[in-house]
């Protein structure tokens, strides 16, 4: 488990990094929460759960909010992701980027309302921009790609023998 | 869902819920053991991008450097960074003869010139939309403390929030959680200015009587005892007074480009009030 886990978060870092030094302030894509997505929707459970703690860790390293905040957004992006695998099946592109979409605004909406009840946010609506859902809708644009990504790094595994585990499911 | 399933996910949901509120609790609390968690994961994850912020940097400029324009490049960077400085020069000029003006005789310029400094580069930016900070290649080995203030030539950045061993955390003027004792440069009105998020500021508590005009510069009073006085931190960019209550909504927009910085110097006095 530990090599999968590894190589998701060298994947994962790389998508911070990118966003960082190219796409930051221009382009404010959900990279990692969309990688983050597609590897809950995996059926290793392990994995994703992992991959969230240490995505989660290294954004709100990286942040001025509350420590905390980040890893529990991505912890609910992988309950999201578990509860559509499990529901509602997603198989086709059209409801694959549907669910994205929504997974990514209710990770956006847990965001500020953990920051309103810490007071670091005056009212839910007021950091709710049309911008940001421009930028949510932009990055599910993008979800072919990342769950390609996905599947292309657990085939890598697969070749050196690894299986997915499933217990958590 | 087997019974031991359904035991097992209400387990870990449990668990996981328990351990994000006991994290954020910590965090509200200044916890010293996540200051640690946190240090250890910028150490690890910092030089990379320092070294690809590096490596992007050589690129860009040898290929703005020699391939593209040689010298006009160079010769347009000292002219732009030249540009800056008379700007700033012309900011202080108006601040000393305003304070001449008032008889403020006990205005020492030069102390303020004579902080001691660390220059730093900005390696990375916090890329979310919650909060506005950077991160800089200086730390607590080279004297960087919590609370210090971080300048660019034209102006106030921010000031340093985390302390690690060789990286620090700013938090930007623009961010939602930073405050700063403020006043207009041309009619000394105060107030308080406060991060707004994106690229704005607001500057709160100005009474609707107070003349405040677009295009006012608005300085650190100094009074805060965290930036030094008479530092720019940006310009009256909209003031409202058809609002309700008593005071006007006054937007600010930083001087400094906090999305592109690259050098800033970090003042190594935690507390202006109380240094000599």
């Known amino acids: ?169 | 869902m087997r019974p031991q399933t359904r035991f097992r996910t209400s387990l870990l949901i449990t668990a996981t819920l328990l351990l994000i509120i006991s994290l954020l609790s910590l965090s509200v609390k200044r916890s010293p053991i996540l200051e640690k968690v946190e240090g250890v994961v910028v150490s690890l994850a910092a030089p990379g991008l320092q070294g690809l912020h590096y490596l992007g940097s050589a690129i860009s400029g040898i290929w703005e450097g020699y391939f593209n324009l040689v010298g006009v490049q160079r010769e347009n960077a000292a002219l732009k960074r030249r540009l800056d400085e008379y700007a700033q020069k012309e900011v202080r000029y108006q601040e000393a003869q305003q304070t001449l003006a008032r008889l403020e005789s006990l205005l020492d310029l030069k102390k303020e010139v004579a902080l001691p400094v660390v220059g730093a580069h900005v390696i990375a930016y916090d890329p979310t939309l919650w909060s506005r900070c950077a991160l800089l290649d200086q730390g607590q080995d080279q004297g960087v403390r919590r609370g210090q203030p971080v300048l660019t030539a034209q102006g106030i950045v921010g000031r340093i929030v985390e302390v690690y061993p060789h990286y620090s955390k700013v938090m930007l003027i623009v961010d939602r959680s930073s405050n700063a004792d403020a006043m207009v440069q041309r009619t000394r009105v105060r107030g308080i200015l406060q991060g707004k998020g994106g690229n704005r500021c607001s500057l709160g508590y100005v009474p609707k009587s107070a003349d405040v005009q677009n295009g006012d510069l608005v300085l650190a009073s100094g009074l805060g005892g965290v930036f030094p006085k008479g530092q720019v931190f940006g310009k009256v960019t909209g003031a409202n007074k058809k609002t309700p209550g008593v005071f006007q909504e006054i937007e600010v927009t930083p001087v400094v480009d906090l999305s592109a910085l690259e050098e800033v110097v970090v003042v190594k006095v935690v507390n202006l009030a109380a240094s000599p």
């Open chain 1, 1 to 169: 488990m530990t090599i999968p886990v590894l190589l998701f978060s060298l994947v994962g870092m790389g998508l911070f990094y990118s966003q960082n030094l190219l796409l930051f302030p221009q382009v404010r894509l959900h990279l990692l929460g969309l990688f983050l997505f597609y590897v809950g929707l995996r059926p290793s459970f392990p994995l994703a759960f992992s991959l969230a703690l240490v995505l989660g860790l290294l954004q709100d390293s990286f942040a001025a909010t509350p420590f905390g905040l980040h890893l529990g957004a991505s912890l609910l992006l992988v309950g999201m992701a578990r509860f559509c695998r499990r529901r509602l099946l997603l198989q086709k592109t059209g409801p694959l980027i549907i669910a994205s979409v929504a997974a990514l605004t209710l990770q956006e909406t847990g965001i500020l309302l953990i920051l309103m009840i810490q007071g670091f946010q005056p009212f839910i609506l007021s950091g709710l921009t049309s911008f940001q859902g421009l930028e949510i809708l932009a990055t599910a644009a993008l979800a072919p790609l990342m769950a390609a990504l996905v599947v292309g790094l657990e085939n890598i595994l697969r070749r050196h023998g690894w299986r997915a585990e499933r217990s958590g499911e």
